[in-house]
């Protein structure tokens, strides 16, 4: 099948209309624009590296409008794109580009390219790579199924992996929220999640692209900016991408007037379980706050319907039934079928889901089973075919003989008000085999005790799920994207116990 190319597209049928703004910098492009800007990068890239050379070509930079025209480029080109989180140690982004390969990094200015590259330099000349008006060569193009990006995992169980993604994978993730979000060409998205995250540069950036739409690029998220630019009427936002906790700092942000956010089509929700209190709340609000759930592996696979209140309300907790092109099944540990309500693995089957893991067959079999993607994710499917994601099956704790599963918990200890974030994970016990441990950061301003929080559970849940011990912090492990990094709470978790720490 022949590439799908929006931005040549809509500069064909729809010039004028606003393509991208970058908020830092001001700069703006039409589609006739971006189209030209695009093109000369890629007759630049060709040049250096020849057609459809399959050349890695990284950044580590914050987020920019050239990130984006770099990904297009690319495919024109023939490269892959590959955006590395700048959040990481250095030690971790060597390990990376050493993975990857990458020919050349682009770099801001507050990030040292990794010793890996083969060349770097700094990502703020893309704009003036290249002569204008030049154009890549049609040989130099991508196919359909060829990979178009690398996009590491955050690493939230262990060590980063490189998933790859053809630009069919691409199109049909953006497809599967395009068609459930209720974008159109009028619709204007602000992207501050991190680019080298897939709800970054897919669902806020690439979405809109692939609509005819326009996209804000946002240097990253900061609540009272974040804020101002949702209810700014000048920049009209009409979709917003986060995770949890972005919403709940939002919603604590002096000044906040739910009001102000009704307007908004779509505040979609995903890279974490969303608590039910936080949900509701937003509903309650007049906020379509829809919760959805993807991967990097996926892009995106499940939506609530934002313009339904009384499905949103009726299913809150639910990640929504599956999109346009995804086939869903719960299975058990020996793959079998499950019947709706039961918990199971979740697997996965669909034109918008990786073929594999850049330099890791063996990861790559071990992830896929007939044709199915194994998610790790432990959901359950309702008799509506609405999807319910209990835990990440590894997070999974056995306390007496019974499962427990950490989010559930989160959930409620999250409709305290004075708790702004939560983590429970299992540590062990003499007595019970595992119990839990739930870390607890207070909403700026407010006091809670470790007691008030168990005595809370013991009221809401059942014994075996009650946390054992309740420690107030100020911080929890997470990565750039918002999701927390349950391996690293487990093994600060497990060394408090072996050395006898209590709360």
């Not at 069919?168 to 159109?184: L, R």
């Not at 907790?317 to 039961?342: A, F, H, K, M, W």
């Not at 007595?431 to 909403?443: A, F, L």
């Amino acid at each position: 099948m022949p590439i799908i190319d929006p931005i040549a597209t809509y500069a064909r049928s729809n010039p004028q209309n606003q393509a991208m703004v970058d908020l830092e910098s001001g700069r703006d492009w039409t589609y006739a624009e971006l189209n030209a800007a695009v093109d000369q990068l890629a007759a630049w890239l060709v040049r250096e590296l020849g057609p459809a050379s399959g050349a890695r070509i990284a950044t580590l930079s914050k987020n920019c409008a050239e990130m984006l025209m770099l990904q297009h480029a690319g495919v024109r080109a023939g490269t892959i794109f590959v955006p590395l989180n700048w959040r990481l140690a250095p030690a971790e982004i060597e390990i990376l580009a050493e993975d990857a390969g990458p020919e050349i990094v682009f770099h801001d200015e507050d990030h040292a390219p990794p010793a890996a590259a083969a060349r770097s330099m700094p990502i703020s000349q893309v704009s003036n790579l290249g002569s204008a008006g030049s154009c890549p060569p049609p040989e130099a193009r991508l196919q359909f199924d060829d990979v178009a990006t690398l996009l590491y995992t955050s690493g939230t169980s262990g060590r980063p992996k490189g998933v790859m993604l053809s630009e069919e994978n691409i199109f049909w993730g953006c497809a599967n929220f395009i068609y459930s979000h209720d974008v159109t060409m009028q619709s204007v998205f602000l992207c501050d999640m991190p680019l080298f995250h897939t709800a970054g540069l897919f669902a806020a950036a690439r979405v809109p692209i692939q609509a005819g739409a326009s996209v804000l690029v946002s240097k990253g998220f900061d609540a009272p900016t974040t804020l101002s630019r949702l209810t700014d009427p000048d920049l009209n936002v009409s979709h917003y991408f986060s995770v949890p906790q972005m919403s709940a700092w939002i919603w604590n942000e002096p000044g906040f007037d739910a009001r102000q956010l009704r307007k908004l089509s779509c505040w979609a929700i995903g890279g974490a379980p969303n608590p039910r209190a936080n949900a509701e709340r937003f509903i309650r609000a007049g906020i379509r706050i829809a919760d959805g759930f993807g991967m990097s592996e996926i892009c995106s696979g499940f939506g609530m319907p934002p313009q339904d209140f009384a499905t949103l309300l009726d299913k809150t907790g639910s990640c929504g039934p599956p999109l346009l092109s995804i086939e869903t099944r719960i299975v058990d540990d020996e793959g079998n079928d499950l019947p709706s309500g039961q918990v199971g693995e979740l697997w996965l089957r669909g034109p918008s889901i990786t073929r594999g893991y850049w330099n890791q067959p063996e990861a790559t079999g071990q992830a896929f089973s007939d044709g199915w993607f194994r998610t790790g994710d432990a959901g359950m499917l309702d008799s509506d075919g609405f999807l319910y994601v209990v835990d990440r099956k590894k997070d999974m704790f056995i306390s007496g003989g019974e499962n427990v599963y950490p989010t559930e918990v989160e959930a409620v200890i999250a409709e305290l008000p004075d708790v702004a974030e939560n983590a429970v994970v299992g540590v062990p016990d003499e007595r019970w085999g595992e119990v839990g441990r739930v870390y607890v950061i207070p909403v700026p301003g407010r006091t809670v005790t470790a007691e008030s929080i168990l005595e809370h559970c013991r009221k809401r849940l059942a014994k075996f799920k009650v946390p054992k011990t309740a420690i107030i912090t100020d911080t929890l492990p997470r990565t750039a994207s918002g999701k927390l990094q349950k391996h690293i709470l487990k093994a600060q978790a497990m060394r408090e116990v072996a050395s006898g720490r209590s709360p």
